[in-house]
């Protein structure tokens, strides 16, 4: 849950990059490190296998000035994907602000998506959250590859609920950024409504 720290001023968020193994979260984070402007560079975190598989999380710091009259900061993550991560997922899951879900668009991936979406609603209420708390925007990656999946047909089977979805070629960086802008607008609206709340 964000953390708003009334005597130093400071807001820090936690948004999870979620979905199935190879879907291009990783990708997503890098990108997003790589347009950091030189004096807002952080390092970014990357517990990886050999084969660039995520193996605990990434982890990239991100400092957006001042909200106001609070630094705020947003801690970006991922979960590694591979259906036998599943107690990593759930851990790093806890304490999420904000869910950017995903998706890989080549067909032959229909069913990970399906099961890798269902996972997070799992675990976010393993995590003790009710699902329509917390701000989930869905990603549709890999828009590049042949033998996609139409958006109206995965909108019908996954995106049910109607959260704000995006078109992407994270490689290319295309998507990208409206995606974390997004959430990112999505999760401070809550902080402001628990800030005028006087959640103390
Ligand atoms: N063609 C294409 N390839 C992509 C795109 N986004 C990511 N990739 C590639 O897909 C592969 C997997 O990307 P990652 O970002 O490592 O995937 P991940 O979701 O972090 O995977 P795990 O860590 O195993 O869960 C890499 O080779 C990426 O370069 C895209 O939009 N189009
Ligand atoms: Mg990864």
Do not use: W
């Amino acid at each position: 849950m964000s953390l708003i720290k009334y005597s130093s001023k400071e807001i820090t968020c936690k948004i999870v990059y979620y979905g199935p193994g190879r879907s291009g979260k990783t990708t997503n984070l890098q990108y997003i490190h790589s347009r950091l402007p030189v004096e807002k560079k952080t390092e970014m975190v990357s517990l990886a296998t050999a084969k660039d598989r995520t193996l605990f999380f990434d982890f990239l710091p991100i400092d957006l000035g001042h909200f106001g009259g609070f630094r705020t900061r947003f801690q970006l993550y991922t979960v590694p994907g591979q259906v036998y991560y599943d107690s990593t997922r759930t851990l790093v899951l806890q304490g999420a602000d904000g869910v950017v879900f995903v998706a890989d668009s080549q067909k032959v991936r229909i069913e990970d998506n399906l099961e890798s979406f269902e996972n997070l609603k799992e675990n976010l209420v393993k995590n003790g959250y009710k699902i329509d708390e917390i701000p989930i925007v869905i990603q549709y990656n890999k828009r590049d590859l042949r033998d996609i999946i139409d958006i109206n047909t995965f909108q019908t089977l996954i995106n049910r609920d109607h959260y704000a979805h995006f078109e992407s070629i994270a490689i290319q960086g295309k998507g990208v950024i409206s995606t974390f802008k997004e959430v990112g607008i999505k999760v401070l609206e809550i902080v402001r409504m628990k800030m005028e709340g006087g959640h103390r």
